[in-house]
């Protein structure tokens, strides 16, 4: 399975939109990419996921190169309370557990 | 609110003792999966059941061992608690437990070994 690479920690300006770029080169036609992300100790919460087009629901959008060798989770308008950890992972049908990474700290400042 | 409910929410007890901890999927979920994570550390998949088989194992003890049951929940159990068990145990549900169908995870169980 494609491993992942993303920055250890970014800031974002509350009402900005936050950008958070991952490196999955490796990545085969038949994998996804997800993206999680954890505010301590809490579960992780499901953001969005994609094969190749882009995708946006209510919380982000995934924009997918169309190499798809990576990838951006785009929070439109960051507010305090996404100040959390953000994890990128690529799954395939192989790896139905999703393997972590350490992920993307992302803090938003007022 | 994912939808995944954990019992208990936390849990102390001493080292040698058993405990189980449950797992309630979402509404229409067919697959459980279970997680550890330490302090500060990464998550670890235990184990994953589809349907009440058991379908893929990593790195899960000897002394832990998990089931999921006909009306779906799950349980893990773990025994001969060491200190070094002490974690969040996290489940997740996914509808079809393939890789086009998302996991959501509950808020997990908090184990205190003393």
């Known amino acids: 399975d494609a491993k992942t690479t993303q920055p250890t920690s970014m800031d974002c300006a509350e009402g900005r939109a936050a950008n958070l770029p991952c490196n999955h080169s490796?990545?085969?036609?038949?994998?996804?990419v997800y993206w999680y992300r954890q505010i301590h100790s809490q579960g992780p919460q499901y953001i969005i996921h994609?094969?190749?087009?882009?995708e946006t629901n209510e919380m982000a959008s995934l924009i997918i190169t169309e190499d798809r060798k990576s990838s951006t989770l785009i929070l439109p308008h960051a507010t305090l309370r996404d100040t959390a950890v953000y994890y990128c992972?690529?799954?395939?049908?192989?790896?139905?557990?999703?393997?972590w990474g350490a992920g993307t700290k992302l803090i938003i400042k007022p | 609110d994912s939808g995944v409910t954990q019992t208990p929410k936390h849990l102390i007890t001493a080292t040698g003792q058993r405990v189980t901890l449950r797992c309630s999927p979402r509404?229409?979920?067919?697959?459980v999966y279970w997680y550890q994570q330490s302090l500060d550390q990464g998550l670890q998949f235990l184990i994953q059941?589809?349907?009440?088989?058991?379908?893929a194992k990593g790195n899960i003890l000897e002394r832990f061992s998990a089931q999921q049951f006909p009306d779906l929940h799950s349980e893990l159990n773990l025994s001969s608690l060491e200190l070094g068990d002490s974690a969040l145990y996290f489940c997740?549900?996914?509808?079809?437990?393939?890789?086009?169908?998302?996991?959501?995870f509950g808020n997990g169980t908090r184990l205190t070994v003393t």
């Open positions: 994609g094969l190749k087009n882009n």
């Open positions: 059941y589809y349907n009440g088989e058991e379908r």
């Open positions: 490796t990545i085969s036609g038949n994998e996804y």
């Open positions: 992972i690529v799954r395939s049908d192989s790896n139905y557990q999703l393997i």
């Open positions: 509404s229409g979920d067919l697959s």
């Open positions: 997740a549900s996914s509808e079809r437990g393939n890789s086009n169908s998302p996991l959501h």
